[in-house]
């Protein structure tokens, strides 16, 4: 069924409104009528299925049906950050990994990141991967959209560690020393509603200093298994490793 | 370090030499030299450290330095079988499950795969993702280059079933039923070397009657979590979670 965002906060009413964008999506794009039902997702993550009792010119009037029940969202936040990759690199991950249910996701220049973005271009490629979260978390069904921030500078990055309870770097050099603890550790220790943040490098890597740096403030080197994944599959591989842990094996 | 694979099966020699694409590769892509270092893989998963000794106009010769150690593989085998999705979705599948540890890959005409594609156009098809999948196997270390069929009809997957000790769907309304066991149960009682079926279905899924006909084959339905994963997505998910349990978690 289809899910639409509303920046509203939930509050039992007679009838919820949609206008703009969505009242498009819903008429033009999914040809809708009277009756229909959708998802409508509240900005407090209350999610309603929602039932169309008219639609004018500019506006679709709705009402609700039921609550929906199931839990969509992982039961900690995982922040994922990531040094610039090449190409359309970053907007798969943040498609992919939306779908996997990351939290936000962080963009900042690593020492090998090959793109160089000045402040314009941020800006721009931030609305971008803004609206790819935006269409993952509506087609994947979670409870909210992702935030998606993107700095201009590594040293920005760090003053932003502690915010977050544990910090992993996925780290290629790990995987080859067979670092194969951290991430189970964390998994079963960790305390629900606890905040992530999970470090990736770009298709070049982290250098030995980035990593030190990000060592000395709490991080903690992390493998993925014993084969070398790329920039944008190793993102992918935790996220379905916590999801399995937390959501299918301890559930 | 760079990996090529070869057809030879490895015996102890005094000098290995390699010709054709990868002769290519090492002296004109990656302009090595002699006394560089690269790992070849044999058809047999024996991987050495080789040395270059000496290059020709056609030929590299090289010996043995050391024995890999790591073990590369999953402890079973994973085939992941996909109804024909969309476009180009099938190449990064085979790509990105590679790098994940799949084993191989069957394609199927599922009911509801849009693309049709005939003999001709299959064996084109097969050839290019072997190549995607040689390419991921050298960049993520693995011990083996997993194999791509292609099938015509989806009869003829059927009657692969036998060759299998588990079988899964992976099914959306199982996703929304909140199914949770059958994986983690799996990954609890599977036994090293058992042979694994997972099947996926293209971007619309599979009709129920599908899923019926999976079950008579043994099949068990699969939830991946309660998120809606596309077609793509979800053949990740399983590949990670798997080798999470059972190379991370129970190492």
Request: net charge neutral; charged share 25%; aromatic share 10%.
């Amino acid at each position: 069924m289809q899910r639409y965002f509303t920046d509203e906060i939930y509050e039992q009413k007679s009838t919820y409104l949609l206008s703009g964008e969505t009242y498009h999506h819903i008429t033009h794009v999914m040809r809708m009528k009277e009756d229909d039902l959708f998802y409508l997702v509240f900005s407090n993550q209350v999610t309603i299925q929602a039932r169309i009792t008219s639609i004018t010119d500019q506006k679709v009037y709705v009402k609700e049906v039921a609550k929906e029940r199931q839990e969509k969202e992982l039961p900690l936040s995982i922040t994922i950050a990531c040094g610039y990759p090449k190409g359309d690199k970053f907007d798969w991950i943040v498609q992919k990994a939306t779908e996997l249910g990351a939290t936000d996701f962080i963009g900042f220049p690593a020492k090998t990141s090959i793109v160089k973005w000045d402040q314009k271009k941020l800006a721009k490629k931030q609305q971008r991967l803004t609206k790819i979260a935006q269409e993952a978390a509506e087609q994947s069904q979670r409870s909210f959209i992702p935030e998606v921030t993107l700095l201009a500078k590594e040293k920005e990055f760090l003053t932003l560690f502690s915010q977050f309870d544990y910090i992993l770097v996925a780290y290629e050099e790990a995987a080859k020393q067979d670092e194969t603890a951290s991430l189970a550790k964390l998994l079963q220790e960790v305390q629900p509603k606890s905040r992530i943040l999970a470090i990736f490098g770009p298709e070049g890597g982290f250098l030995p200093e980035e990593v030190a740096t990000f060592k000395q403030n709490q991080a903690v080197l992390c493998g993925l298994g014993p084969r070398i994944l790329r920039a944008e599959t190793a993102p992918l591989y935790l996220l379905s490793a916590v999801s399995y842990h937390l959501e299918l094996l301890n559930k």
